[in-house]
């Protein structure tokens, strides 16, 4: 495989007679998969031929190498190196070893991974987590989010020391909770109150604390219903949808995650899960897998946003193994994208477009979906199943963006004289 990268003999030759001569073809191998250019494969490939040849004159066993392995070749060698090799490009060096590595220990040749010793925190936080996973059936965002506040409060009590659950209190309960209060929004402090109380339920199940704590923790002031949607209007929708630019495969990309987003309501997770399967043209459908409510859905696709997903799919996606319909189009190439990249991509499109809006998100378009139908006339139980809300309750938010309808109902204010 190293004959993709490079064609005279001599090269070869020399990358193959080092310590790591067995290895570097499938280094090349995994070079080519990921999609890297023919020049910058081969500046990766000479660090490593470099490497292996400083393992030979350390009398190093490939057996052993491990990131401080290369730390000292990289922080030891490198400043002092005379070696009459290809060194590949300095700024390529340290991605190629950690390309190498991962080889190395994809074929068990190089030492383990070594991970950090755990906290006693860490310990409680993984029975939370397998609790919240096999007992609750929590959705795995859900679960990341609850672990990571409750880390928050646990390292705030008992820093790297033991846990003892058994003597904690409601006076550290309820002072981090205010502390909350005061630095976060009321939504955000909600979340944290929520993740501790389900941790201190799961502390009282299973024996490590007594009574029930969960019960000492203060609600946080909070009205769901207090405030309007926040959605955009149709000419902000339309500048959004205006700013891509359909002549770049990205822009293609993009374009047809936002149609997604502002046509379906689908959340920025939702859309990064979607795969080739959940498309069934015949029938004009879309099928969104698991996410937050735990089933798969099947909504119909609009004409907008079945054209949006064409033009990527015929001009834009490239080619790979993965069957995520949304894939990167920079390295490593094909790869399906994360919920973030889909948000990067939102808030990208908000700065081209130049919208002078107090909320620039993802989840922006969701609700930019559910007020074009309420507007439209579709009815509060259409909205929910669209949105695939469990509880109609959930979409009642949307009811006040309906002004014609409210208008009609709205009881006429009692002139005053004085």
């Not at 890297?36 to 292996?52: D, E, I, K, M, P």
């Not at 015949?282 to 099928?287: D, H, K, N």
Request: aromatic fraction near 6%; charged fraction near 20%; glycine fraction near 8%.
């Amino acid at each position: 495989m190293l004959e993709h990268f490079f064609t005279y003999g001599y090269v070869l030759a020399r990358l193959r007679g080092g310590a790591l001569g067995g290895i570097l073809d499938d280094v090349a191998a995994f070079l080519e998969k990921r999609g890297h250019t023919r020049r910058v494969g081969q500046s990766y490939l000479c660090a490593a031929g470099h490497f292996s040849h400083w393992l030979d004159l350390e009398m190093i066993s490939p057996n052993a190498v491990e990131e401080a392995t290369i730390a000292s070749f990289v922080e030891g060698h490198l400043p002092i190196c005379k070696c009459r090799v290809p060194h590949g490009l300095r700024c390529h060096m340290q991605a190629a070893l950690d390309h190498m590595l991962a080889v190395l220990r994809a074929r068990g040749l190089a030492s383990p991974l070594r991970r950090p010793e755990q906290t006693p925190v860490d310990r409680v936080l993984d029975a939370f987590k397998t609790y919240r996973q096999n007992t609750c059936g929590a959705a795995e965002a859900t679960i990341q989010g609850n672990v990571w506040h409750v880390r928050r409060f646990l390292v705030s009590v008992y820093g790297t020391g033991a846990v003892d659950l058994g003597r904690l209190g409601p006076k550290k309960l309820i002072g981090f909770i205010l502390e909350k209060t005061r630095t976060c929004s009321p939504e955000t402090a909600g979340l944290v109150r929520t993740a501790l109380r389900s941790f201190l339920r799961f502390a009282q199940v299973t024996g490590l604390c007594e009574g029930p704590l969960a019960s000492a923790i203060p609600k946080v002031a909070h009205w769901r219903q207090a405030h309007l949607p926040r959605s955009l209007s149709d000419e902000q929708l339309a500048a959004l949808l205006v700013s891509f630019d359909l002549t770049t495969a990205c822009g293609r990309r993009d374009y047809a995650m936002v149609s997604c987003m502002a046509g379906l309501g689908l959340r920025a997770g939702e859309v990064a899960a979607l795969s080739l399967d959940d498309l069934d043209w015949r029938a004009g459908t879309l099928r969104v897998g698991r996410g937050k409510e735990r089933r798969a859905s099947v909504l119909p696709l609009p004409v907008r946003v079945g054209r949006a997903l064409v033009g990527y799919l015929r001009c834009g996606r490239p080619h790979t193994d993965d069957r995520h319909l949304f894939v990167r189009h920079q390295l490593p190439l094909g790869q399906p994208l994360s919920s973030g990249a889909v948000q990067a991509a939102v808030r990208l499109a908000f700065k081209r477009a130049r919208l002078t809006v107090p909320f620039k998100g993802a989840h922006v378009l969701r609700h930019t979906a559910a007020t074009r139908m309420v507007r439209a006339g579709a009815s509060l139980k259409q909205v929910a199943d669209v949105l695939r809300h469990r509880s109609l309750e959930t979409a009642a938010i949307y009811v006040k963006v309906d002004l014609a309808t409210l208008a009609e109902v709205a009881l006429p204010w009692p002139e005053v004289r004085s």
